[in-house]
């Protein structure tokens, strides 16, 4: 009897341990599960002139509009999905490629083509701007446009932005000032020159001046030099003038952005047109200082962070 007692009880204690194992292998692994933290996307709210986008923190289905941001994700190692591949400046020839989406062209987009992508962010600048309801339509649109009135804020600004949203901010912030060095050294030095400055576009044999606070203005606004004409009216697309013009005014620094290089592959250099027989009896011919400086940086994608030390190292030229 005691046998029997004996080996029963031993029995119950196996099957007892038994079970208490298996419980505690599934309380476990629901632990594991449980210890498991749900992956919640960060979102982050962009206030710009058009509204605010809400957009989730380091997006990957990017789609960009302005050349300037295109720039600056390149120069971070940001990736993008597509672009309008109509008119990529050269240095940022790669993103041509099959590699990007085609999405149309700067001021025709490819609403389709955009919608197919299912982006998570949407960058769009000053020639979208009039289109900004169809992005937003689409996915969060953050607007990136310029006061050319307030260049360095803007650019600061957007800067800031694209770090903010792709968790950059102390890369973005160290580039921010390095750049602002350059220019206060150029600043200094322009500013205690005498001399005067002109900047023109050329376009198809055509003229026109950008003076302060205008498209190209960060030339006299924020590296200093004085302009000679300080009435050209602040524009996007500058005012219309005549060669008569730019002798009558005699610049010492004639800076020319030539259009056409930036969008026409066998275009004639502007060069041709700009050094005329009434140019060269400017002080600008006579010294050495007619300076070219890239379409593709000025008048494509200006306000990114590469195309800034560029155009910085450009109008250093003039020294």
């Not at 800031?160 to 000032?177: S, Y």
């Not at 524009?235 to 026409?264: C, M, W």
């Amino acid at each position: 009897m005691k046998k029997w007692l004996f080996f029963m009880m031993a029995g119950l204690l196996a099957f007892t341990l038994s079970a208490c194992g298996a419980s505690n292998e599934s309380s476990g692994s629901k632990g594991e599960e449980k210890k498991e933290p749900d992956k919640k996307e960060e979102t982050i709210t962009i206030e710009h002139e058009y509204g605010e986008a809400k957009v989730n923190k380091n997006p990957e289905n990017v789609v960009v509009f302005d050349f300037g941001i295109l720039d600056t994700l390149d120069k971070l190692g940001i990736k993008v999905a597509g672009l309008p591949q109509a008119t990529v400046p050269a240095y940022l020839d790669k993103y041509s490629g099959k590699d990007y989406k085609n999405l149309g062209s700067l001021k025709e987009p490819d609403f389709e083509a955009i919608d197919s992508l299912k982006p998570d962010v949407i960058f769009i600048s000053g020639r979208q701007a009039d289109l900004y309801d169809q992005f937003a339509e689409i996915a969060p649109t953050v607007y990136v446009g310029f006061d050319y009135g307030n260049y360095m804020d803007s650019f600061k600004k957007n800067m800031e932005t694209v770090g903010k949203i792709f968790d950059k901010e102390t890369e973005v912030q160290a580039e921010i000032e390095d750049i602002e060095k350059q220019i206060t050294a150029i600043n200094e030095k322009a500013t205690s020159m005498d001399q005067k400055a002109l900047v023109v576009l050329a376009n198809e044999g055509k003229v026109s001046a950008y003076g302060p606070s205008s498209r190209f203005g960060l030339i006299h606004d924020v590296l200093g030099f004085k302009p000679a004409d300080e009435k050209i009216e602040a524009s996007t697309h500058g005012q219309g003038i005549s060669f008569e013009y730019i002798l009558e005014k005699n610049p010492d620094i004639l800076f020319v952005i030539d259009r056409n290089a930036a969008l026409e592959e066998d275009a004639t250099p502007a060069k041709e047109t700009v050094e005329n027989d009434l140019v060269k009896k400017t002080n600008a011919f006579k010294n050495e200082k007619i300076i070219y400086l890239d379409a593709d940086y000025w008048y494509l994608s200006g306000g990114g962070l590469q195309s800034m030390e560029e155009m910085i190292g450009e109008v250093e030229k003039a020294f």
